[in-house]
């Protein structure tokens, strides 16, 4: 066997224990739900938990992209909000039909993404600079364009993305995050683009000598996170029918911590969107069990911030002690 070969299956194996081991913390907190509460598996929880998920899932696979090709989106969560905003005040204030708002909100979406991706891939800031300056200068505008006020109340048509249903159980934001989900997926695992954002991520210089641009892929993919970052502020002022300035700023941690508990490596290179989907669950139902519980918000905060340390250093123990046994059989 040839020794890419042989490195290609020692990468499954290790991804596939490592999917094992998140799945494993799925079940466990699903079997507690089970346990606080004999409805917790009902269809309606169910249908709750999954759509309460999807925004976060939408705005984890934009993450999930920047991450692997080159480092976090930390403006994903103001994005989300101008996006928001946006399509509210063209909606309210200006009787501009609910798809054309839309459009016109997602497309600032992308252009921020370009503004980050350009920053990042040709004037050469770190990611992290650029995209945390980002965030405040876009919460910024958020905040002088609504001037304190808070707009609700939208179209039953628009809200209907948010909070209509299909079959009398299936939201449309799970709809929505499907159709994302699956969009990610492909994107990542079936195009010459997603492959290159892994060699991007694994080697730049690498990457460059084999003949891709890491320029032109940091570009698309930071597109790629504020165009989806733009998708979940609509899905979220459609389901909440309130935006407010800040409606973001609750999400920049959550969403980090669901990618990264997903098994994407914060170096690059590595993780999908099946794991960001899986960290998603993980959260949405802990809280859940959580709320069941009444547990206090201090202690709840807590108690999912110990989680996030012991799901990820768990998926990082369960990788080591694989590379230790793979070079012992090597």
Do not use: H
């Not at 965030?135 to 505008?141: D, I, L, N, S």
């Not at 459609?238 to 508990?261: E, F, H, K």
């Amino acid at each position: 066997m040839s020794g890419s070969r042989l490195k290609n299956r020692k990468r499954l194996s290790t991804s596939a224990v490592s999917s094992v081991s998140r799945l494993a913390v799925l079940l466990i907190i699903i079997i507690m739900g089970c346990i606080i509460d004999s409805s917790f598996l009902s269809m309606r929880n169910i249908s709750n938990n999954l759509a309460n998920a999807s925004i976060l899932i939408v705005l984890g696979i934009g993450q999930t992209i920047a991450i692997i090709t080159n480092g976090p989106d930390l403006s994903s969560g103001s994005v989300m909000t101008i996006c928001g905003v946006i399509a509210a005040i063209l909606m309210k204030s200006y009787d501009v039909n609910f798809v054309l708002a839309i459009l016109l909100a997602v497309l600032v979406g992308c252009f921020l993404g370009a503004l980050n991706g350009y920053m990042i891939a040709y004037v050469g800031l770190p990611s992290f600079i650029s995209t945390y300056g980002l965030q405040w200068a876009v919460f910024g505008f958020a905040y002088v364009i609504l001037k304190g006020y808070v707009l609700y109340d939208f179209d039953p048509t628009f809200r209907f993305i948010g909070n209509g249903s299909l079959f009398g159980f299936l939201q449309m934001t799970t709809v929505v995050m499907v159709v994302f989900v699956i969009f990610g997926t492909l994107l990542l695992k079936k195009t010459n683009f997603g492959r290159q954002c892994y060699a991007v991520g694994s080697n730049r210089e690498a990457a460059n000598m084999s003949g891709i641009d890491p320029q032109k892929v940091i570009m698309k993919a930071f597109i790629l996170s504020g165009m989806l970052s733009g998708v979940t502020g609509i899905l979220y002022v459609a389901r909440m029918n309130t935006v407010q300035s800040d409606i973001g700023s609750a999400y920049l941690l959550p969403v980090l911590a669901t990618v990264y508990m997903g098994g994407t490596s914060a170096s690059g290179g590595e993780g999908g969107i099946w794991g960001t989907v899986v960290g998603a669950l993980v959260m949405t139902m802990v809280t859940n069990c959580l709320n069941l519980l009444a547990v206090p918000s201090e202690w709840r905060d807590a108690i999912i911030g110990v989680l996030i340390i012991v799901t990820v250093l768990l998926d990082i123990t369960v990788k080591k002690r694989m590379a230790k046994r793979k070079r012992v059989t090597v």
